[in-house]
């Protein structure tokens, strides 16, 4: 018995991205001052809400897969939403019970849902009629 060496599993890290830490800094975020806290709500903004709302439009945009985009990159189209989320960030209220990741989740589904449904209609209105 001696002679075999067990490894120890690990357990895997969590693959979570938008874990409770995320919802505590949106929920401080908000609490602090946009004009007097400017550099704090940034800082906090980099460190622990940019990453999960990077992950979240990304894993949304492929299972629902959100392709017809006026863009030519997916990281573009992103960009617009994680801009348009950051326009509804103060909007996220805990006490109403909803978790941060299915506020803002379901916000991003129907933002993209609108943007997708608009520029598959300009596919369609521009294909010519011998096609």
């Known amino acids: 018995m001696d002679s075999i060496i067990r490894k120890k599993k690990r357990r895997p890290k ?9 919802e505590d800094a949106i929920v401080k975020y908000n609490s602090l001052d946009a004009i007097v806290d400017e550099e704090e709500r940034s800082k906090i903004y980099q460190d622990y809400i940019h990453y ?4 979240l439009t990304e894993n949304i945009i492929h299972t629902f897969k959100f392709y017809y985009t006026e863009v030519d990159e997916i990281e573009h ?6 801009t348009f989320l950051l326009s509804k960030i103060h909007l996220f ?10 506020y803002f989740g379901t916000i991003v589904k129907r933002w993209l849902i609108l943007y997708n449904t608009k520029n598959y209609n300009k596919k369609i ?7």
């Open 52 to 55: 999960p709302f990077f992950k």
């Open 125 to 131: 209105n521009k294909v010519g009629v011998d096609e």
């Open 93 to 102: 209220d805990p006490t109403r019970g909803a978790k941060a990741y299915s």
């Open 14 to 22: 969590s693959k979570n991205y938008f874990t409770q830490e995320t």
């Open 77 to 82: 189209l992103q960009h617009e939403v994680i």
